[in-house]
């Protein structure tokens, strides 16, 4: 398990196991029909049991077969998790005992799903899913006592899924921003390489030059010549870098969504950002894209940086609906605690499909 929570995006490809999964779903009534000794744990076989577990191998079968290798979440992959979890809860309260091995296979179901980063929706089938043992049970006129025992064990496994997929979320931003510091590094060092052969090639003829005033009189000619476009490089870069660190950090926060992020970032003229810019800029993109995801349920979000008047402006379009109170209140009240210490503003209006968060932060201009 410590394997696979350190490497967030092969865990997003474990569709077969899901696979598996199901089919011990489907064939658990089975077993306790050809294993007399597990009648106190499993059910027999009966119409219920056997079409659950069916249903939901065909749903996984066909996710894994539809999605194939793909990292995103589809519709595939959320109609194969709600019919398992469904599967497996109503499964695990058909047994005799308190604990059965179709909610084991429930529990692992859980675990497996929160390691794959869950969107919310189904965070939410999940701990819809973990009342129907109990249901099942109490439905099946168990004991009293096997009922509680049935809530006590949906509960925990509930609290450990919702526990994981914070973890895994968590887990996934941060491997997002060491993936998009090791981008930023990397094209500085392209950057930079050109420049030290072009002064290598100019610098080799100064040495057969007479005299060192001659080499000086060439490197300062170089100098000036190549300073120029190397500052201009090197500014264009620093926002290039933080581009690709927002679209890397927006893309985290929306896949597991289901939602289509993108980012386009056309800055030019403005001086280069220092850490402290870099910083607010990522954080203020994402607490913007956070706040459209838990408050419209948009279908894209698109953020732009470009350069405005005095400085930088950063937009972040959805295509959402909800209450304007609801939005305003939740969403300017959290951007504008971040923006105030940096002399910007924000504010949030209504766009023709959607909504439109404008963030104007100073910085300086070179022309």
Known sequence: MLSVLLDVRRARQRRLTLVGLSTCALALPFVAWLAPRLAPVLAPPAVLPVALGAVALVASTGAAAWAGREAHWTLADDLAWSFCLVAFAVLGGLGAAPVTLAMLLYGAASILLAVRVPPTRLVLVAALSAPLAPLARFASGAPLVVIQAAIL???LVLL????????????????????????????????????RERASAVEAPAATASGRAARLRLGAALEARLEEPARAAADDLWWDALGERVRSAVTTLCEPAGVLA?????????????????????????????????????????????????????????????????????????LRGRVAPLGGSAELKRADAGWVVQVKLPCEQLN
Do not use: C
């Open 153 to 155: 064990v949906s509960t």
């Open 160 to 195: 450990a899924h919702v526990m994981l997929a914070r973890a895994t979320h968590a887990l996934a931003y941060v491997l997002a921003e060491r993936e998009a510091l090791l981008a930023e590094r990397r094209a500085l060092t392209r950057t930079r390489e050109p420049v």
């Open 262 to 334: 993108s980012v386009h970032a056309e800055v030019r003229g403005l001086a280069p950002p220092n850490s402290r810019m870099r910083q607010n800029v990522l954080k203020i993109a994402q607490e913007a894209a956070n706040h459209a995801l838990r408050d419209t349920s948009p279908r894209s979000i698109a953020i732009t940086l470009r350069r405005g008047d005095g400085g930088l402006l950063l937009e972040v379009l959805d295509d959402g609906s909800v209450g304007e109170g609801v939005r305003s209140r939740r969403t300017l009240a959290a």
